[in-house]
C-alpha cells in the first residue's frame, strides 16, 4: 500500500467510524454488530500504526487505548461542585418552594423537573468549544483529572456543535447501561470473579482505571445537565441550558419539564416516576430547580448545597412474592450456590422470577424458607436480591435451609461427592459447599466458558450456553478440546430443542476457528489463566507467566519450589526460635544450639530472596506455589499438558534465557519520562533479568525517575549505580 492509498484509506475508514457512532448513539439505530464495529477500529488503528504520518489526535482511535495517564493528576474546579440536599416527601418538597417564595418575594416560580442520574458526577471542561479536562467531583472544590478515560467515551464529542463561549465547565453523570453492565458482569461471572453489586459502582470504578485500552472496552456513556463556570454568560436558565447542551450535540437526558409552581412540579415528579424505567441510566429520584439563573443568585447556596434545588428521592424499589423454591448451581470450582425461584413479580420495570440468595450461610440468618413470602430489593441493584422474610406468614412445618440435605449430599450436577471447604471472597470468607469431581459437566463447562472468556483467550462466541452444549454433547472435556471440535460441527450445534431448533450457524462458527487460531500465539500468562489453575488468578498468571518460558518449565518451576522450600524454612525457623512459646527451649545448652540454627535458617532464607526469588511479589505465595505444583503434577494438569502438546500450541512466556540483564536485578524509582513501570518491567524481564522493590548491595542498577525518594538515597549510599530511561533504553539497544 503506498502512502497515498493509506491517507484516503484512513479517512474513509475515519468517516465511516464517526459514522456509525453517531447512529449507534445519537439515533440509537446501530446498521452494524459491536464486532463489526469493532474490526473496523482496530483496521483504522493498523493503518495510523503504519503510516504515523497520518495519524491525528481527533481520530476515533484516539478514543481508545490513550493511556498516557499515570495516577491521577488532581485539579481545581474553576466553579465548586455542589452537593444537592435530599428530600423524601411530598411535604419536604413544598417547604423547599415556600423557603424560595419567601426569599424571592413571590411564589410564581418556574422549574424543571429533571431525573437524578444514578452515576458519577464529572465536570468537562470545554476552551474555545474543544473539549480539554473531565474532572471528578472529588472532594467538590478539587477532583481526579480523568480526561484520557473520559475521552474514550463514544457518545461525548471532543468538540461542541456552533457558537461555544470561551470557556465552560459543563457537569453531568457518566454512568453504564444497564445492558452493558450485564454484560461484564456476565464476563466476570464466567470468571467467577466477584459481582458488581450496580452500574454505579461499575462506572466509579471504571473511569478510575488507569488503563484507558479496557476503559474503552467497557462502553461508559455520559448525560449533561448542568453548568459550572461560564465566561461570556451564554443562557440564563436551566430551561434554556437544557436546550443550548443539546444544540451543543451533547448528549442531554431523554425527558425533563419546564413547570410554573410546585403543583405542577409535583404532578411531573410522578410522571418521571413512571417513565424512568425506561430510561438507558439508572435514576433514584428527580431534581426540582429553580430555572432563572437570576432568581438562582439570589438565593445562592450553603457550603454544601445550591438553595435553589433539590433532589426528590425515590423509594427503593422492593416487591413480595413467595419463595417457590431454591435451586442449586454449580460453578466452575465446583462451588454450590444457592438461587432463589420465585413468584414473577414485576420489580423496577422488568419481571423477576430469580434473585440471588449469597450462601448458606446468609440463608440461615435472615431465616429465609421455601414458601416463604418474601421482599425481594432492587434499589440500582440489577440483580436483585432477597432482602427479608415474613415468618408470620409462613406455611406450618417449613424446613430450615439445609444445602447438604436439599443435594441429598451429593452434587446436582454430576451426582459426585460433595465437602465442605472454606472460599475466600474479596468481601467475605465464609465456607461453602463444593463438588469434588474435576470432571463434573457443570464444571467442564464453567471451565470452557471461562477458557474463551475475553480476559482468558478471547475466544468469542463460546458463552454459557455454547459451551454447556459442547460439553453435554460431549464434543469437549478439557478447555482444549475446542481445538478438535470442527467448522462443521460448530455450525450445526442446535441451541435449541429437537422441537425448536436454533442453529449456531457458519458465521458464528468461522469466527470461533478464527479465534481460537488466534489464541494459539497467546503468551504463557493468558494461558496459564485460562486454564483456571486452583488460586491462580489473572495477576499471580501475569507474574507467573513473566517468570517461566514454557509450561514444562513452570509445571517443575525451581522458583516455585524455592517459594515452598522459603516457607518450610519459615515454619521450621518459627518453630525452632529460642523465645518460640510453642516451643520453649529445655535449658541453656538448647537455647544455644537452637539460636545457632536459627542464624542458619536466616542465612538460607535470606539466601533464597537475594537468589532464585529476587523480585518476587507476593502473589506468588505458598499456597500457590504448592497448588500450581500439585495441579500440574496431578491428573488434570498433566491430561491438559498432553494435550497443549498434542495440539502444537507451546505458550511462551514473556521472560528471556540471555539479555543484556541476565542475571542482573534492577529497582525502579520514580516516574519515568516515557516508560510506564509496567513497561520498563517488562523489559528488564525480557532481557533476562530481575525487578526486585527493594535496594540492597546485590542490586545491579536503579533505574530512576522524577521524584525518585528514599530508594535513590540508598542507591547512592550503598554505590548502586543508577540509570535514567535515556541510559536504560541504551543498554536494551
Ligand atoms: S444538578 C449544584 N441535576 O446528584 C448541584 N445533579 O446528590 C448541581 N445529579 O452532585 C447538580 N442528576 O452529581 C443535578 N439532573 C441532575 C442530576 C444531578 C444527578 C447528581 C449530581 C449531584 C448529586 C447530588
Partial sequence: ??????????????????????????????????????????????????????????????????????????????????????????????????????????DDLRYTVEPKIDGLAVSLTYEEGKLVRAVTRGKGDRG?????????????????????????????????????????????????????????????????QLDSAEVARRKLEIVLYSMGYCEPEVVDSQAELQKKLKAWGLPVVERYWTVRGIDEAWEKIGELDRLRHDFAYGTDGAVVKLSDFTQQREVGATDKAPRWAIAYKFKPDTARTRLRAI??????????????????????????????????????????????LVEIEKAGEVIPAVLQSFPDERPAGAPVFDLFAVVGGHCPVCG????????????????????????????????????????????????????????????????????????????????????????????????????????????????????????????????????????????????????????????????????????????????????????????EIAALDAGPLAGVPADIGPAVAASTLEFFAGKPGQRLLAKLRKLGIDPQGTVATTGVFTGKTLVITGTLPSLKRDEAEQKILAAGGKVSGSVSKKTSYVLAGDEAGSKLDKAKELGVPVIAEAEFLRMLG
Fill in 1 to 106: 500500500m503506498t502512502p497515498a492509498e493509506a491517507q484516503s484509506k484512513i479517512v474513509q475508514l475515519r468517516a465511516e467510524v464517526v459514522r456509525h457512532d453517531e447512529r449507534y448513539h445519537r439515533q440509537a439505530k446501530p446498521e452494524i454488530s459491536d464486532f463489526d464495529y469493532d474490526a473496523l477500529k482496530l483496521e483504522l488503528a493498523k493503518l495510523e500504526e503504519r503510516f504515523p504520518q497520518f495519524a491525528t489526535k481527533d481520530s476515533p482511535t484516539q478514543r481508545v487505548g490513550d493511556d498516557r495517564v499515570q495516577g491521577f493528576k488532581e485539579v481545581a474546579h474553576r466553579q465548586k461542585m455542589l452537593s444537592l440536599d435530599n428530600t423524601y416527601n411530598e411535604t419536604e418538597l413544598r417547604a423547599f418552594h415556600a423557603r424560595l417564595a419567601k426569599l424571592l418575594g413571590t
Fill in 144 to 208: 481526579d483529572d480523568v480526561t484520557a478515560n473520559a475521552r474514550t467515551i463514544r457518545t461525548l464529542p471532543h468538540e461542541l456543535k456552533g457558537a461555544a463561549p470561551k470557556v465552560v465547565e459543563i457537569r453531568g453523570e457518566i454512568y453504564l447501561t444497564v445492558a452493558e453492565f450485564n454484560r461484564i458482569n456476565a464476563e466476570r461471572a464466567a470468571a467467577e470473579e466477584e459481582l458488581y453489586a450496580n452500574p454505579r459502582n461499575l462506572a466509579a470504578g471504571t473511569i478510575k
Fill in 327 to 372: 435451586t442449586i448451581q454449580v460453578g466452575k470450582t465446583g462451588i454450590l450456590s444457592p438461587v432463589a425461584e420465585l413468584d414473577p413479580v414485576l420489580l423496577a420495570g422488568s419481571t423477576i422470577s430469580r434473585a440471588t440468595l449469597h450462601n448458606e450461610d446468609e440463608i440461615r440468618r435472615k431465616d429465609i424458607r421455601v414458601g416463604d
Fill in 416 to 603: 459426585g461427592k460433595i465437602a465442605r471447604v472454606e472460599v475466600a471472597a474479596e468481601d467475605a470468607e465464609g465456607v461453602a459447599w463444593k463438588c469434588q469431581n474435576y470432571d463434573c459437566s457443570a464444571q467442564r463447562a464453567g471451565r470452557l466458558g471461562f477458557f474463551c472468556s475475553r480476559r482468558a483467550l478471547a475466544i468469542d462466541g463460546v458463552g454459557g450456553v455454547v459451551a454447556a452444549k459442547l460439553v453435554e454433547l460431549d464434543h469437549v472435556k478439557d478447555p482444549p478440546d475446542l481445538y478438535d471440535v470442527t467448522l462443521e460441527t460448530l455450525a450445526t450445534l442446535n441451541l435449541g430443542t429437537a422441537e425448536e431448533p436454533r442453529v449456531f450457524g457458519e458465521k458464528n462458527a468461522t469466527k470461533i476457528v478464527a479465534a481460537r487460531e488466534a489464541a494459539r500465539s497467546l503468551p504463557l500468562e493468558k494461558w496459564l489463566y485460562a486454564l483456571s489453575v486452583p488460586d491462580v488468578g489473572e495477576t499471580t498468571a501475569r507474574e507467573l507467566g513473566r517468570r517461566h518460558r514454557t509450561f514444562a518449565d513452570l509445571a517443575d518451576s525451581a522458583l516455585l519450589h524455592a517459594v515452598l522450600k522459603k516457607a518450610g524454612l519459615g515454619a521450621q525457623r518459627e518453630w525452632e526460635a529460642p523465645a518460640s512459646r510453642k516451643n520453649p527451649a529445655k535449658s541453656d545448652e538448647d537455647k544455644a544450639r537452637r539460636k545457632e540454627l536459627c542464624a542458619r535458617l536466616d542465612a
